[in-house]
T-cell receptor, first 114, second 113 residues
Framework: NAGVTQTPKFQVLKTGQSMTLQCAQD?????MSWYRQDPGMGLRLIHY???????DQGEVPNGYNVSRSTTEDFPLRLLSAAPSQTSVYFC?????????????FGPGTRLTVL | DQQVKQNSPSLSVQEGRISILNCDYT??????FLWYKKYPAEGPTFLIS?????DKNEDGRFTVFLNKSAKHLSLHIVPSQPGDSAVYFCAALRRWNTDKRIFGTGTRLQVFP
C-alpha cells in the first residue's frame, strides 16, 4: 500500500492563480480531511469528507473547495490564491471504525503564494 | 481562541531520561485525546490516544496521562532516545464528531546523547 499520497510536493503560485492539490489513498478509508499547518498555529482543519459525495467544512474553509467523487481521491481546490494561503497542506484519511480514530497523513504539499 | 494549547514550544532532554510533553485544553466537551509525532518534511503519525473515561494509557515507552479536572494531558517518554527527536502535537475531539479535531501548536523535542 502506498498509503496517503499528495501531489505536488512543492508549488509556487502568483496571487489570483488557481490550482488543485491532489490527495489519494489506497486503504479504502471512508474519511478524508485536509489540514493546513502554519508556524505557531498547529494543524487546522479546512474541509473533510465522510464518504464519496459527502463533504463538510472545517475551521478554515474560506478560499478552498473540495469534492469527493471516489473513495480514493479528495482534491483541494484554490480558486484564486492569496498570500494568506501560503502554508503546508496535509491530507489525511482514517477508517470508519477503530478505537484509536487514528488518521494517516500524507507527506504534505508546501505552497507559496507570491 | 486556542482551545488546545502546548505552552512549551521546545524541550531538550538527555538520552535515557524522561521526556514530559504537556497539553492543556479549554473545552470540557472534548472526550478523546491523541498525540502525534512529526518529523521534518513528513506528515504527522499517530502515537497514542486516551479516552476521557481513563486517566492513563500506556504503549511501550509512551504513556499519556489525563487530568480532566485540570483539563490537562501529558505525554511521557521513558527512556528518551535520539530517534524521538521530532515535533509532537496533541489533539482533542468529541467522539460524536471525530473529524473535527483541534490540534495544539506543537512542541519540538530534542533528545541529545
Amino acid at each position: 500500500n502506498a498509503g496517503v499520497t499528495q501531489t505536488p510536493k512543492f508549488q509556487v503560485l502568483k496571487t489570483g492563480q488557481s490550482m488543485t492539490l491532489q490527495c489519494a489513498q489506497d486503504m479504502n478509508h471512508e474519511y478524508m480531511s485536509w489540514y493546513r499547518q502554519d508556524p505557531g498555529m498547529g494543524l487546522r482543519l479546512i474541509h473533510y469528507s465522510v464518504g464519496a459525495g459527502i463533504t463538510d467544512q472545517g475551521e478554515v474553509p474560506n478560499g478552498y473547495n473540495v469534492s469527493r467523487s471516489t473513495t480514493e481521491d479528495f482534491p483541494l481546490r484554490l480558486l484564486s490564491a492569496a498570500p494568506s494561503q501560503t502554508s503546508v497542506y496535509f491530507c489525511a484519511s482514517r477508517p470508519t471504525s477503530g478505537e484509536g480514530n487514528e488518521q494517516f497523513f500524507g507527506p504534505g504539499t508546501r505552497l507559496t503564494v507570491l | 481562541d486556542q482551545q488546545v494549547k502546548q505552552n512549551s514550544p521546545s524541550l531538550s532532554v538527555q538520552e535515557g531520561r524522561i521526556s514530559i510533553l504537556n497539553c492543556d485544553y479549554t473545552n470540557s466537551m472534548f472526550d478523546y485525546f491523541l498525540w502525534y509525532k512529526k518529523y521534518p518534511a513528513e506528515g504527522p503519525t499517530f502515537l497514542i490516544s486516551i479516552s476521557s473515561i481513563k486517566d492513563k494509557n500506556e504503549d511501550g515507552r509512551f504513556t499519556v496521562f489525563l487530568n480532566k479536572s485540570a483539563k490537562h494531558l501529558s505525554l511521557h517518554i521513558v527512556p528518551s532516545q535520539p530517534g524521538d527527536s521530532a515535533v509532537y502535537f496533541c489533539a482533542a475531539l468529541r467522539r460524536w464528531n471525530t473529524d473535527k479535531r483541534i490540534f495544539g501548536t506543537g512542541t519540538r523535542l530534542q533528545v541529545f546523547p
